[in-house]
């Protein structure tokens, strides 16, 4: 199975900062990777697939980058509904896997 | 508008089965595959399997496989997932997932729209 680790693991910042969360996979996924915000006791929500391809409705502040092996979700402009947990996924192969996720809190 | 729409929360005993439903509206629900992924209290999301809800083919995550059963009734426009031979570490939250398709493209194992989650309990 392939490994995602993301790091890091939990990530202070402030409104109205930029934050980059990254993602690793163990082994090159191309671009089969999406991303996914969770608040707690919510569904994911699921915003960028294809490693920097928006889902319908998800703000241009989302953007996200990479191939291969490394990628990066960078959010602009927190407001403050952005605090969630955020997760990487590669679909590359089966089994889907998913990072452990990260943390971001208000600082 | 679409959403997926689970069935409540269950309290099984470990050794039962459960099976947990989630209904599609505001789309063909036989035009997309539709997957199941847990997630255990602290622990990071884990895909189980998914169902191509046109022709009822599946697929299983190989750590589930001969306790997992995924199937669909096309008239209700729902899912099923049957977990048997449950035991404490099944304790989880169990998602449905719609497979992820742009401009008539599938994007194989990608997501778009989440069910709610059912809460699933597994304690003597």
């Known amino acids: 199975d392939i490994q995602m680790t993301q790091s890091p693991s939990s990530l202070s910042a402030s409104v109205g900062d930029r934050v980059t969360i990254t993602c690793r996979a163990s082994?090159?996924?191309?671009?089969?990777l999406a991303w996914f915000q969770q608040k707690p006791g919510k569904a994911p929500k699921s915003l960028i697939y294809?490693?920097?391809s928006l889902q319908s409705g998800v703000p241009s502040k989302f953007s996200g980058s990479g191939s291969g092996t490394d990628f990066t979700l960078t959010i602009s402009s927190l407001q403050p509904e952005d605090f969630a947990t955020y997760y990487c996924?590669?679909?590359?192969?089966?089994?889907?896997?998913f990072g452990q996720g990260t943390r971001l809190e208000i600082k | 508008q679409v959403q997926l729409v689970q069935s409540g929360a269950e309290v099984k005993k470990p050794g039962a089965s459960v099976k947990v439903s989630c209904k599609a509206s505001g789309y063909t629900f036989t035009s997309y595959a539709m997957h199941w992924v847990r997630q255990a209290p602290g622990q990071r999301l884990e895909w189980m399997g998914w169902?191509?809800?046109?022709?009822?083919?599946?697929k299983y995550s190989q750590k589930f496989q001969g306790r997992v059963t995924i199937t669909r009734d096309t008239s209700a426009s729902t899912a099923y997932m049957e977990l048997s031979s449950l035991r404490s570490e099944d304790t989880a939250v169990y998602y449905c997932?719609?497979?992820?398709?742009?401009?008539?493209?599938?994007?194989?194992?990608?997501?778009?729209?989440w069910g709610q989650g059912t809460m699933v309990t597994v304690s003597s």
């Open positions: 082994q090159g996924i191309s671009n089969y």
């Open positions: 169902i191509n809800a046109g022709n009822g083919n599946t």
């Open positions: 996924q590669q679909y590359n192969s089966y089994p889907v896997t």
């Open positions: 294809a490693a920097s």
């Open positions: 997932a719609r497979e992820l398709t742009i401009f008539g493209v599938v994007i194989v194992g990608a997501f778009d729209i």
